[in-house]
């Protein structure tokens, strides 16, 4: 997600911008930490659930997106992150997905993987104190929900294996990882992949006093040209009745979403799992149920994740669709997919939240509307409309509190001011 992982839209390509006992222990007693709250605070339909729906934003710590600046003492960086929490309180916001496990390591001390290299600038090292439990406790007391914003199968932004931390999972199980783009991820293939990486989540579930479960768009990777992901020997060992590869593929999906839905509500009651995906579930040209677009990345046919079946068979809480197209945008016309997410939510119990690009606000490289600091504002309007519509989600924090070219003010005061 972001400058180094969210998708800019064309009418061909999608490409990328810019996108175990030697690990800290965490306690395994005592209830969850960061400011325990009523079990189901967040309510089973998903976050945000306050009169005016969900008022969200994202932040995103791979790549020190939005946060931390990387090696900066825990004094500062806990500066840092209160200043995005006060950004989000003055804009009048409810909801924060704050992303903890961003490659394969953690922002809180984990029995599973090493803490994040986000953090210090080294994966491992210990950075002295809590972020996760930081982060909770300071949510709460201003008001937010916090949702913990996980990567199932990222390892790395890198190929290198030896600069991952010594102990690092994917060093003791090299035969887990597929290199593919230039980046490690773990092989969704392999049934103990699977295990293992919900068991690395959960563990944050179930300590900390999080108010919900959040994926993003990353299920296999992205595809990149002239090159393979290599899982033809795990498709061959466990593709069972299988005779098409993506269709295995989608599989190994469904079982991850199934699996650890059914494991947060064991886990933590009435704390909702969600996703936020690609905009783009397939096109109209590929599949008569998908939108009225030309995507040149579909989700279910190049991420493998068929989303609009999560939502009609109620397999998730919520799922926030990143629509980060104008209005009028003729690949991809924002009004055009709002309208298609509403109808496939509509009924189903699964809330809709929409996904904003407040990033591309001001930014030379977009098209005019993004020039305009009140094509945000008339998104909101536009989502108004729709029912099924509960509110939206902002890209990102960073730009949540630079407010480019008056964007966030235009939403603020035409839409959230109290």
């Not at 704050?98 to 984990?110: G, H, K, N, Y």
């Not at 990222?154 to 003791?172: E, I």
């Not at 469904?254 to 494991?263: A, G, P, S, T, Y």
Request: hydrophobic share 40%; glycine share 10%; proline share 6%.
């Amino acid at each position: 997600m972001g400058r180094v992982s969210r998708r800019v839209f064309g009418t061909a390509t999608v490409g990328v911008l810019a996108s175990v006992l030697t690990f800290s222990q965490a306690s395994a007693s005592g209830g969850p930490r960061g400011g325990r709250r009523e079990e189901g605070a967040a309510g089973a339909a998903g976050p945000g659930n306050a009169a005016d729906g969900l008022r969200g934003m994202w932040i995103a710590t791979v790549a020190n997106i939005d946060w931390p600046r990387q090696g900066a003492p825990a004094a500062d960086a806990k500066e840092q992150l209160t200043d995005l929490l006060d950004a989000a309180q003055r804009w009048n916001l409810n909801t924060v997905f704050f992303q903890v496990r961003p490659t394969a390591d953690a922002l809180w001390p984990s029995p599973y993987e090493p803490w994040s290299h986000w953090l210090t600038g080294t994966q491992g090292k210990d950075p002295g104190w809590d972020p996760l439990e930081f982060a909770v406790e300071e949510a709460h007391a201003r008001g937010l929900e916090l949702h913990a914003w996980f990567n199932p199968y990222r390892v790395a932004m890198h190929a290198d294996p030896s600069a991952l931390a010594k102990d690092h999972p994917a060093r003791t199980h090299p035969e887990w990882v597929v290199t593919y783009g230039g980046r490690m991820y773990y092989n969704p293939g392999l049934p103990e992949v699977r295990t293992f990486v919900q068991d690395a989540m959960c563990h944050a579930v179930e300590h900390y006093a999080i108010d919900g479960v959040h994926w993003d768009d990353y299920f296999y990777p992205y595809p990149v040209a002239g090159e393979t992901f290599d899982d033809a020997a795990a498709f061959a060992e466990h593709g069972g009745d299988f005779t098409d590869l993506g269709d295995w593929r989608r599989h190994n999906i469904d079982l991850l979403v199934r699996e650890m839905r059914e494991r947060v509500a064991d886990l933590r009651p009435g704390v909702p799992f969600g996703v936020s995906p690609f905009g783009v579930w397939r096109n109209r040209s590929t599949d008569p149920l998908g939108s009225d677009t030309r995507g040149g990345v579909q989700t279910y046919d190049d991420l493998y994740a068929d989303v609009r079946a999560w939502v009609k068979e109620g397999r998730i809480d919520y799922v926030l669709p990143q629509l980060y197209w104008n209005i009028g945008y003729d690949a991809a016309d924002y009004e055009t997919l709002v309208r298609w997410w509403a109808d496939v939510a509509e009924g189903t119990g699964v809330a809709l939240y929409i996904g904003e690009a407040l990033y591309k606000c001001g930014d030379a490289a977009q098209p005019d509307a993004w020039q305009d600091p009140v094509e945000l504002s008339r998104h909101i309007t536009l989502c108004e409309d729709f029912p099924a519509v509960g509110g939206n989600a902002f890209y990102s924090a960073a730009h949540v509190v630079r407010d480019p070219i008056g964007a966030m003010t235009r939403v603020f005061e035409d839409h959230y001011r109290a």
